[in-house]
């Protein structure tokens, strides 16, 4: 299993998580799915990495992130996970699955059979690590379908068009 490589999503995402941290002091950040850790390193820039965990289902992403001194944990969402953060981020696999995708970067990329699968485990779970006036940042694409994704009442904070997609950051709390 790759790594995922930073794509347009990560840098949009990256962008926006650097406006937020100039303009809101956070103390513990969570990094859900952080791949090659373009999230984690862009947090760094504001909080301290002792404050910063890093999760991923690929043991190579978290070899990585150790490497760069990040606290990282192998885990599938929350399942190793018992803290609580001011600040949730998932840059979440939110295509559709796809046979003809290689299964190697499906983990990276489907969100499931209709790409929205993953996105709602991460809600359910995400609010009860989230200390008290913490959000949670979930980017997601026009092509993950919405409707049970807005029964956790999001808020679209930002939105970039890219080739036959728009990619969205949505906040929840």
């Not at 299993?1 to 995922?4: G, T």
């Not at 990040?70 to 840059?91: C, G, H, P, R, W």
């Not at 359910?124 to 006036?133: E, F, G, T, V, Y």
């Given at each position: 299993?790759?790594?995922?490589q ?14 937020y ?27 301290d ?52 995708e ?17 996105s709602?485990?991460?809600l ?10 913490g ?16 029964k ?13 997609e ?8």
């Open positions: 299993m790759e790594i995922y930073p794509a347009e999503d990560s840098y949009f995402f990256s962008d926006f998580l650097k406006k941290l100039k303009k809101n002091k956070i103390n513990s950040y969570l990094d859900i799915g952080t791949g090659s850790g373009i999230l984690s390193e862009t947090a760094s820039k504001f909080l990495k002792k404050n910063i965990l890093a999760i991923d289902i690929n043991p190579k992403a978290i070899k990585l992130l150790r490497q760069k001194n990040f606290k990282a944990i192998k885990s599938n969402l929350f399942e190793k996970v018992k803290a609580k953060f001011d600040l949730i981020t998932f840059n979440a696999p939110y295509l559709p699955r796809d046979p003809r290689p299964k190697d970067s499906q983990v990276a990329t489907t969100g499931g059979k209709h790409g929205d699968e993953i709602l485990k991460f359910k779970q995400a609010k009860k690590h989230l200390n008290k006036n959000k949670i940042f979930l980017l997601i694409s026009s092509l993950t379908p919405m409707d049970k994704i807005k956790f009442k999001p808020k679209t904070l930002e939105k970039k068009k890219i080739f036959m728009e990619l969205l950051i949505l906040e929840f709390q």
